[in-house]
T-cell receptor, first 110, second 114 residues
Framework: QKEVEQNSGPLSVPEGAIASLNCTYSDRGSQSFFWYRQYSGKSPELIMSIYSNGDKEDGRFTAQLNKASQYVSLLIRDSQPSDSATYLCAAKSNDYKLSFGAGTTVTVRA | KAGVTQTPRYLIKTRGQQVTLSCSPISGHRSVSWYQQTPGQGLQFLFEYFSETQRNKGNFPGRFSGRQFSNSRSEMNVSTLELGDSALYLC?????????????FGPGTRLTVT
């Protein structure tokens, strides 16, 4: 079992819609969780971090964390074509290792 | 602040050779992590350094090694290159680790082994 699993996608949404990305993790000791966006041919860019149960909003992005269910999600509201990218979920373990999911590719249709 | 820089950006080597990649973290960041990214395996953790000490290592053979200098700059070395080592090698830096441990990636070094 991989340490971090993401819904594999690809996910195609129309412009203006909500894109919903999901992620589960296996290490119950993980305390910090991150979402990265990676455009084709580029390196990952940190877009959200979340450490406590509940929701965290930043602009059009909302991250949700449920430690009891070992579940992290990312919502992208009012999706734009510029949001088309691969989104990587990551979890930090107690030994400072960041484990990444395989990523979900999102395409926003104009 | 300037971001994470990596050199070289592109590299072509032949099997059996060795290669050294360099990473300069964001000013003030003391933790540097290295990752290998391939289409088939995704982002895989290689190792992490903090204050010149390797604190964690991923599941890679001993041909992969690294070090960190007193100015937090880091290098990774791959000896006896194999075709399967062709990948994007990413370096990420983080401020003094704590709960947040946000990591910021450099542009990567694209290594092609022929």
């Amino acid at each position: 079992q991989k340490e971090v699993e993401q819904n594999s996608g690809p996910l195609s949404v129309p412009e203006g819609a909500i894109a919903s990305l999901n992620c589960t993790y296996s290490d119950r000791g993980s305390q910090s969780f991150f979402w990265y966006r990676q455009y084709s041919g580029k390196s990952p860019e940190l877009i959200m971090s979340i450490y406590s149960n509940g929701d965290k909003e930043d602009g059009r992005f909302t991250a949700q964390l449920n430690k009891a269910s070992q579940y992290v999600s990312l919502l992208i509201r009012d999706s734009q074509p510029s949001d088309s990218a691969t989104y990587l979920c990551a979890a930090k373990s107690n030994d400072y290792k960041l484990s990444f999911g395989a990523g979900t590719t999102v395409t926003v249709r104009a | 602040k300037a971001g994470v820089t990596q050199t070289p950006r592109y590299l072509i080597k032949t099997r059996g050779q060795q290669v050294t990649l360099s990473c300069s973290p964001i000013s003030g960041h003391r933790s540097v992590s290295w990752y290998q990214q391939t289409p088939g395996q995704g982002l895989q953790f290689l190792f992490e350094y903090f204050s010149e000490t390797q604190r964690n290592k991923g599941n890679f053979p001993g041909r992969f090694s690294g070090r960190q200098f007193s100015n937090s700059r880091s290098e990774m070395n791959v000896s006896t290159l194999e075709l399967g080592d062709s990948a994007l090698y990413l370096c990420a830096s983080s401020p003094t680790p704590g709960l947040s441990y946000e990591q910021y990636f450099g542009p990567g070094t694209r290594l092609t082994v022929t």
